[in-house]
């Protein structure tokens, strides 16, 4: 998988994904930092607020959001149709992606043209990903891209209503299993390349396959909890409108995990 590093921790180096104990009330509008400003003798004031034409609203991030999901549908659309000639295509994505996604998250600014790229990246992963599947279980893509979406929804709902809050464990049990599930895979491609063999709690059908599908999918769907946590914190304290980019790569990353995860789940259920 390509979307590493997330609590979401594609957030890390702004605020997403730290662990931290329960938020004091938000500060003023404009007084947004990635981390608290330092103060006493010897320290330079804290920069004036922000403009507050400057500062990150909802609408940008379903904006952003929207414009990033386009690229990747768009490269979706291109490794699905390179796919059957260019099998490699989707490895090598998901390669060049997950190398990326680290150059995104520990920059300490976001770079929009690098998101873009990288949802280019992932497009062209889950479109080869995704005709690979529907080759062999038809239908099977639309059932996961409703799945993925009636997940997402769940989520909104639950945390808009207060029943699911972000906490410092649920950051550290997210980021652990997203950490867990991309060295498995690892792990099961040098497996394949080695013996021609995989490893069985991640491929086969069996009761333990699907228990492992299911709980990792379960993880996979608190992270949108955790994204959803940072976006309303950054908009509260005003935060600078360029972390919209940052919050719309963190969605993106989200989305493809849980897409994937019931993929894997779907297949092993119909077999």
């Not at 207060?162 to 950490?179: F, K």
């Not at 390349?193 to 379960?218: K, T």
């Not at 993929?263 to 119909?270: A, D, I, P, T, V």
């Amino acid at each position: 998988m390509a979307e590493l590093h997330s609590s979401n921790p594609a957030f890390t180096r702004s605020g997403f994904g730290q662990t931290r104990p329960p938020a004091p009330p938000a500060p003023p509008a404009g007084s947004w930092q990635p981390g608290a400003w330092p103060q006493g003798p010897g320290y330079p004031p804290p920069p004036p607020p922000i403009p507050v034409r400057d500062r990150l609203t909802y609408d940008d991030v379903v904006m952003h959001t929207l414009g990033v999901f386009a690229v990747m549908l768009v490269g979706a659309g291109v490794g699905w149709y390179l796919s059957p000639d260019s099998p490699g295509i989707a490895l090598g994505a998901g390669v060049a992606a997950l190398a990326l996604s680290f150059v995104i998250s520990f920059r300490a600014r976001i770079s929009p043209p690098l998101v873009v790229v990288f949802a280019g990246l992932e497009g062209l992963l889950v479109g080869g990903v995704s005709r690979f599947y529907e080759s062999a279980f038809s239908g099977i893509v639309l059932q996961a891209l409703l799945g993925t979406a009636l997940v997402f929804v769940a989520m909104l709902v639950a945390y808009r209503s207060r029943r699911l809050r972000a906490t410092p464990r649920m950051a550290r049990i997210v980021t652990g299993a997203l950490l867990g599930v991309v060295l498995l895979g690892i792990t099961d491609l040098v497996v394949r390349a080695v013996s021609g063999s995989h490893l069985p709690v991640m491929n086969d059908p069996s009761p333990l396959g699907i228990l492992f599908s299911v709980a990792v999918l379960a993880v996979a769907s608190l992270q949108f909890i955790l994204d959803f946590d940072f976006i309303e914190r950054a908009v509260a304290a005003g935060a600078p409108r360029e972390e919209a980019w940052r919050a719309a790569f963190g969605l993106l990353v989200g989305f493809v995990w849980v897409y994937l995860e019931l993929l894997r789940l779907l297949s092993k259920l119909r077999q």
